[in-house]
C-alpha cells in the first residue's frame, strides 16, 4: 500500500517567512508532484521531479523552489511566504516504472499566511 | 491545448437519484483517463480509471472519443457519496491534467 506522506497537517506562517513543506513516499517512485488545490481551480501544478535531483516547472512555480536530493522526499520552498500562497498543498507520486500515470496522494498540508 | 473541463462545480441530488457527474477533455490521442474523489478531510484517492472498465462503489464511468466524454455516473446516488470529485488525463509527459473538480452534495 503506496504512503506518501506531508510533514504536517496545518501550517500558519507570517508573511515574508520562508517556508518548507516535505512530503515523504515510501514506494520507491521515481516521479514526485507538489500541487496548489484551491476551490474552483482544481489542482494545479506547481513542480514536478522525475528522479532525484531533476525538477521541472509546472504551471505556477513563481514564489517557489523545490529540492529533491533524496528519492523518497520531495520538499517544496516558500522563499518569502505571501498571503496569496494560503492554500491547501498536495504532493503525490507515481512509478514510472509502472507503466501508468496513476499518481498516490498525501493528506494534503493547509497552510495559512497571515 | 489539453484541458479538461468539468462543467459544474456544484451538483446536488436526492439520495437514491442517478448521479451524473460531467467530464470533457480536449487530447488528440489516445488519453489515458481518471477519476479521483476526496471525501472530507481525507486525501484525494483514485475511484476508477478508464483502462481498466470495472466499477468501483457504484460508479461507472465510460470513454467516449467520439465525443471526447468520460462522464461519471452512479444509478442510486447515497449520502456517503458526498465528496470532491476530479477528473484527469494523462497525457504524454507523464504528468495529469486535471478539471476543477465538482463538489456532489447527496441530501437525504
Known amino acids: 500500500d503506496v504512503k506518501v506522506t506531508q510533514s504536517s497537517r496545518y501550517l500558519v506562517k507570517r508573511t515574508g517567512e520562508k517556508v518548507f513543506l516535505e512530503c515523504v513516499q515510501d514506494m520507491d517512485h521515481e516521479n514526485m508532484f507538489w500541487y496548489r488545490q484551491d476551490p474552483g481551480l482544481g489542482l494545479r501544478l506547481i513542480y514536478f521531479s522525475y528522479d532525484v535531483k531533476m525538477k521541472e516547472k509546472g504551471d505556477i512555480p513563481e514564489g517557489y523552489s523545490v529540492s529533491r536530493e533524496k528519492k523518497e522526499r520531495f520538499s517544496l520552498i516558500l522563499e518569502s511566504a505571501s498571503t496569496n500562497q494560503t492554500s491547501m498543498y498536495l504532493c503525490a507520486s507515481r512509478s514510472f516504472t509502472r507503466g501508468d500515470n496513476e499518481q498516490f496522494f498525501g493528506p494534503g498540508t493547509r497552510l495559512t499566511v497571515l | 491545448a489539453q484541458r479538461v473541463t468539468q462543467p459544474e462545480k456544484l451538483l446536488s441530488v436526492f439520495k437514491g437519484a442517478p448521479v451524473e457527474l460531467k467530464c470533457n477533455y480536449s487530447?488528440?490521442?489516445?488519453?489515458?483517463l481518471f477519476w479521483y474523489v476526496q471525501y472530507s478531510r481525507q486525501r484525494l484517492q483514485l475511484l476508477l480509471r478508464h483502462i481498466s472498465r470495472e466499477s468501483i462503489k457504484g460508479f461507472t464511468a465510460d470513454l467516449n472519443k467520439g465525443e471526447t466524454s468520460f462522464h461519471l455516473k452512479k444509478p442510486f446516488a447515497q449520502e456517503e457519496d458526498s465528496a470532491m470529485y476530479y477528473c484527469a488525463f494523462g497525457g504524454s509527459n507523464y504528468q495529469l491534467i486535471w478539471g476543477a473538480g465538482t463538489k456532489l452534495i447527496i441530501k437525504p
Open positions: 487530447y488528440s490521442g489516445s488519453p489515458e
